[in-house]
């Protein structure tokens, strides 16, 4: 079913025109135009209690108090001046207007600058009640501008902070549609990659689909969760860091996907230039792994995304089925050494891919974009062939016309075999896990870890079917 798109002038009118909504704005660097958006619709004295802009940032510490990171644009920051703002609120209008829903929206946020050396980001949040006296719901983002004009920018800005306020009031039914109707008319020119919808409202609401109906919708190319299945961003905790990306289906996460995580991350903190104290790994999935036809099973998706949890792993939904468009997004964070942990099926895959699609001279092009001077590729070995032959790096089959660089690419140390696994356990194939698993047949315990085997046996995952009782009696 198609959804009806309004204009934001409408969608601020409808607002203005609801006597119940009534709230205050607070926009602090380049957000300071979505409270005029309301004020341009008309009736604005019916919704706006206050707006206030804390431009120069001494105005700001003295109003939210100093960072401690000494930044501004971050999530401290907006959760701050949530709090100051609805403390204001409760504390003088509650009790004379009793029959009115409450919000705050801020935003901090800082546009490109004249050098263009900032490319735009922000953070806005929106603490709203959807039923009078009821306690506050959070709506939290994460934007990227795309707008080349800083003018532009401060007008797309402007407009998604109507789109937050009126998805809060009318279109919190349909999540689906609530994530869509973000993007209304401004569509290519922001990318939201962060989104937590968290409230007393909103209990029943997983934001971990959240995310990955962001990632779906092409609101942003990748989301980011903690080990706790909680939505974060990697501007904070990822920047000038060291991070290795494991990619794989983990459906289900094998005692081979473990090993493959551990002795790959401990070989790249050995790397010199990588600090063990700064170093990160998250596990990758990405779309194409979820989809089943045309669809993703959002059910699969939950409990890939619960396995890797139970293995103490923060994780990456991604719609980059080439690596170069995770890399491009992780550029933003300035990342000191990156490493690719990728199965030597799929590099020769992607090798293949490479070589048979530039034929006309463009091979070196296309294999630049992925090997550049911060990234090393760690290959994990596997079992091939009906003979379950061992395929490494060293014997990896490559065509004729590109041995030459792919030894240039291993004596250079841009790819390197992942050294100290276990090939006591390559024999462990997630399929015939899977299979297992949903007969609970004898041994599949044995090739999983121990904590993953005990979500599974509580949550029922992969179709496990002796699934616990929540409740005993």
């Known amino acids: 079913m198609n959804r009806h798109i309004l204009q934001q002038q409408q969608k601020a009118l409808e607002i203005n025109l609801d006597k119940t ?15 005029r958006n309301f004020f341009k619709a008309g009736a604005a004295a019916g919704t706006i209690a206050k707006t206030m802009s804390a431009y120069d940032k001494d105005f700001s510490d003295a109003i939210y108090g100093k960072e401690e990171s000494g930044r501004y644009v971050c999530q401290s920051r907006l959760n701050k001046m949530l709090d100051h703002e609805v403390e204001l609120m409760d504390e003088r209008l509650t009790q004379n207007r009793p029959d009115t829903k409450f919000f705050v929206f801020a935003d901090t ?6 050098q263009r050396t900032i490319k735009g980001q922000g953070w806005m949040g929106v603490r709203f ?8 719901n959070d709506l939290i983002l994460h934007v990227n501008m795309k707008d080349r004009d800083n003018g532009l920018q401060q007008e797309a800005i402007g407009l998604l902070g109507v789109n937050m306020i009126y998805a809060c009031y009318f279109e919190h039914e349909d999540m689906s549609n609530f994530i869509q109707s973000l993007l209304d008319g401004i569509e290519g020119r922001v990318e939201i990659d962060m989104l937590s919808l968290k409230g007393p409202d909103f209990m029943n609401v997983d934001n971990r689909l959240l995310s990955l109906y962001l990632v779906k919708h092409g609101l942003t190319e990748v989301a980011i969760f903690d080990q706790h299945g ?10 000038k860091k060291s991070l290795m990306v494991v990619r794989g289906h983990y459906r289900p996460p094998t005692l081979v996907t473990v090993d493959a995580l551990e002795s790959s991350f401990e070989q790249f903190i050995e790397d010199p230039k990588v600090q063990e104290k700064s170093a990160i790994l998250l596990s990758e999935i990405t779309l194409d792994n979820l989809l089943v036809g045309d669809e993703i ?9 619960d396995a890797i949890n139970a293995l103490n792993q923060k994780v990456i939904i991604s719609n980059c089925s080439n690596h170069q468009k995770l890399i491009n997004y992780l550029s933003d964070f300035k990342i000191k050494k990156l490493g690719l942990v990728i199965g030597v099926l799929e590099l020769m895959q992607i090798i293949n891919d490479k070589f048979y699609k530039n034929q006309d001279g463009r091979l ?4 630049g974009e992925l090997f550049t001077r911060n990234i090393k590729i760690y290959v994990y070995p596997a079992l091939h062939g009906d003979d379950h032959l061992l395929m490494d790096v060293g014997n990896m089959p490559v065509p004729d016309g590109i041995r030459f660089l792919y030894k240039h690419l291993i004596d250079s ?6 050294i100290k696994y276990n090939p006591d356990i390559l024999t462990i194939f997630p399929s015939e896990v899977l299979a297992a698993i949903k007969e609970d047949k004898e041994g599949w315990r044995q090739m999983v870890s121990s904590k993953l085997v005990q979500v599974i046996e509580q949550k029922g995952l992969f179709n496990y079917p002796n699934k616990k009782l929540e409740f005993e009696y």
């Open 297 to 305: 099973d959002e059910v699969d998706f939950l409990e890939r995304m």
């Open 21 to 35: 909504i009534y709230g205050s704005f607070a926009e602090i660097g380049a957000g300071q135009e979505v409270a």
């Open 109 to 114: 946020v800082s546009a490109i600058n004249y």
């Open 230 to 239: 909680e939505s974060i961003h990697g501007s904070e905790f990822l920047y």
């Open 413 to 418: 140390k841009q790819i390197v075999p992942v």
């Open 129 to 136: 009640q959807l039923t009078p006296t009821s306690g506050y």
């Open 364 to 367: 070196l092009v296309a294999f």
